[in-house]
Structures are given as structure tokens and as C-alpha cells.
């Protein structure tokens, strides 16, 4: 079966799929604290998923990265991580992974790892409790401790995710990195984007990454790092904790020319581009029929229409959102 190859001769080989809306945590920058989610029944069930997930990797998909909302507060599902699993006994997928918030994952770990799943991202924003519970609104740091504890123990690979705020865990950097580093984690900062109204101002909370870098500089020693995740990210090694450091610039810097990832959300809706709002519907064909004819046809029909690159921008003037989708409907 001939692979995915966008128009722009990009091979698409990693989806995203968020299987929840869902969340026990209400970021500040992420959600709104009184977030309406969507009906049950719009979902994909499991099955579903598994059927969607399956197909791609038919059609050359060779990362999956599970993610939500909180992906691991979906009734469940651990049945998709196992289901997923036979495609890396395969050989068929390389790699199957998650992006969490870690409150689950004191259950989860040891489970994900006997799936095949080598990596996790972990998102924390704070070392301190209260911050961490400021920023989350909900979050409990002693539990999201515990959860990174048992993954760490299960043998998963951990990476840090923490979206950079100005004002408000900056001054954090140094201490992250400490951290992170000294229990042999990667760490990434990541540039708050302008993904759904939440209810404060975007650029209040906007902090250039080239600053931190700058900030960070006057502390450690930066090398950039030959490692590239085929992402967004920039790397660096820090000579003094002899661990990498990464930066997710989507707002500074133009990525999209090694983009080879499209993003499902949990109703079945197919993104080709997290900044542009063209997306196509696999759910209809999906439940059309038995046969994956159809699911496979409007994947290649979607593929032949992947935009070239994002728009992004944060206007000084309007804090408003330039896509209206939040990251928990779109996956982070
Ligand atoms: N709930 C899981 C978690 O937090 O890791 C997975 C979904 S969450 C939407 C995925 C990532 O998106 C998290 O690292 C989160 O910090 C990030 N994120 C959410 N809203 C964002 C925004 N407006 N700008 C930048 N990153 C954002
Ligand atoms: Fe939930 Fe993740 Fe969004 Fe936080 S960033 S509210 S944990 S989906």
C-alpha cells in the first residue's frame, strides 16, 4: 500500500490522537474552569479508535501518540494501549507513546510499559505545590509526583513538557532543569499559544523562549544538541547537569517544513495542521461501513489537501484566540 505523502512531498508517519475532551486538571492557559465537554456519544469508542489508529499505521503511520484532554481519565483505556500494542509486536509501529498530566499514572505505568509504550511526556508547569495547584486549578502535586515516581520505576522514559508563563513560573528555569536533569529526565519549555478563549489575556502570559534561553544562559552552558525529534523542538545540552534541554517555539519559529504529523480528535475529526482550521470528518466513513474502503479513502483525500504551514499570531491588541479549538479537543 503506497504510504501518506502530503503535496509538499512531506511522508506523513506520526498521529496524535486525543481520546478524551476530558480532564481532571483546568490549566489556566489550557481550559476555562467551567469547560462544557462534549456528549458522550460524539466520542469514538474504543473500538473505533483502535479501527482509526490501525488504519494509519496500514497506510504508514509509524508513531502514535496518545493524548486528550487527560487521556488517561478515559473510561477504558488501557483496551486501545493493548489493541495498539500488536502493531509493535509487528513491527509495524515503531513507537507508541503518551502526553499526560501524570495524575493517573502511579495506576497506569507499569501497564503501559508491558504495552510496548517506552516514553511518556509528562506535563508540569512547577516544582512548587501551590503554584502547581494555582496553575492547574485542580491538580494535586503530591499525586503527579507519585505518578512520575512509579513511571520512572516501570522503566518508562519520562520527558518533561512545562509551557513557559512570564511572571509566573520563569524564575522556576534554573530549578526545573536541576531537577529534571538530576533524575535523568529531558525537559522541554514550551511557548503558550493562542489555541482556544480561555479566560485571561494570551499575551500577558506570552514569554519569548529566546528570552528564557537568554535568562537561562547567564546560569548554565548551552551547546545546541545534533538530536532532533523530527518536531518542533530545538535542543540543547547543558554542559553542567550533562542533560538536554528543549524549546517548542511554534509562535517564533517556522517548523513546518519537516512537519510529518496529522492530529485525530476524539470524534474522529482529522486535523492537518494544529494552526489551520481545515480538517476532514473520519468518522462518517468510519461507521459507513464494516470495510476501512472508505476510512482509508477520505485519510488519502485529507493528506492531498495538508496546508504548507501555520499562522499563528498574538496581537498586543486582542487577547482573543486566532483558532478557536482548544488543545484538549485538538491534542497536545
Ligand atoms: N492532559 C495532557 C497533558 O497535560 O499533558 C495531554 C493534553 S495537553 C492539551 C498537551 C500539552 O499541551 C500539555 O503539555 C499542555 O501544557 C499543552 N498546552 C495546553 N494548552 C496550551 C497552550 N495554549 N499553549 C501551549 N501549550 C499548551
Ligand atoms: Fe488538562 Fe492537559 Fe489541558 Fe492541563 S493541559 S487542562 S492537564 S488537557
Known amino acids: 500500500m503506497n504510504p501518506l505523502v502530503d503535496p509538499f512531498g512531506r511522508a506523513i508517519t506520526y498521529i496524535r490522537v486525543s ?10 492557559y489550557c ?3 467551567d469547560m462544557t465537554f462534549l456528549p458522550k456519544q460524539d466520542l469514538l469508542s474504543l473500538e473505533e479508535l483502535d479501527r482509526l489508529c490501525s488504519a494509519f499505521v496500514r497506510l504508514g503511520t509509524r508513531k502514535i501518540r496518545v493524548t486528550g484532554g487527560e487521556p488517561l481519565v478515559r473510561r477504558g483505556v488501557m483496551t486501545l494501549f493493548r489493541s495498539l500494542s500488536r502493531h509493535i509486536g509487528a513491527g509495524a509501529l515503531d513507537e507508541l ?3 499526560t498530566n501524570g495524575s493517573q499514572l502511579a495506576r497506569y505505568a507499569q501497564e503501559l510499559r508491558d504495552c510496548g509504550v517506552e516514553r511518556v511526556n509528562v506535563s508540569l508547569d512547577s516544582l512548587n505545590p501551590e503554584r502547581f495547584r494555582k496553575l492547574t486549578r485542580w491538580g494535586d502535586f503530591a499525586q503527579v509526583m507519585k505518578g512520575i515516581d512509579a513511571a520512572d520505576a516501570a522503566g518508562l522514559k519520562i520527558k518533561i513538557n512545562a509551557v513557559a508563563l512570564k511572571g509566573v513560573n ?3 528555569a534554573p530549578e526545573m532543569i536541576a531537577w529534571a536533569h538530576g533524575r535523568g529526565f529531558d525537559l522541554t519549555f514550551i511557548e503558550v499559544m493562542p489555541l482556544g478563549d480561555v479566560a485571561e489575556a494570551r499575551f500577558d502570559q506570552y514569554l519569548p523562549l529566546t528570552e528564557l534561553r537568554a535568562q537561562l544562559s547567564r546560569r548554565y552552558t548551552l551547546a ?3 538530536h532532533a525529534s523530527g518536531g518542533p523542538a530545538r535542543y540543547f545540552d547543558i554542559a553542567e547537569t550533562g542533560g538536554r534541554l528543549g524549546f517548542i517555539t511554534p509562535l517564533t519559529h517556522n517548523f513546518c517544513e519537516s512537519c510529518n504529523r496529522v492530529r485525530v480528535t476524539c470524534t474522529g475529526t482529522l486535523y492537518m495542521c494544529l494552526g489551520q482550521d481545515d480538517a476532514a470528518d473520519l468518522r462518517e466513513p468510519l461507521r459507513r461501513s464494516e470495510s476501512d474502503s472508505p476510512l482509508e479513502t477520505a485519510i488519502r483525500a485529507a493528506i492531498a489537501r495538508k496546508p504548507k504551514g501555520h499562522d499563528f499570531l498574538i496581537e498586543r491588541t486582542e487577547s482573543h484566540a486566532s483558532t478557536r479549538r482548544h488543545m484538549s479537543v485538538t491534542g497536545g
Open 19 to 28: 481520546v478524551t475532551d476530558r480532564c481532571d486538571f483546568r490549566c489556566v
Open 31 to 33: 481550559m476555562s474552569e
Open 97 to 99: 507513546t503518551v502526553t
Open 170 to 172: 520563569d524564575e522556576e
Open 224 to 226: 545546541p544538541s545534533t
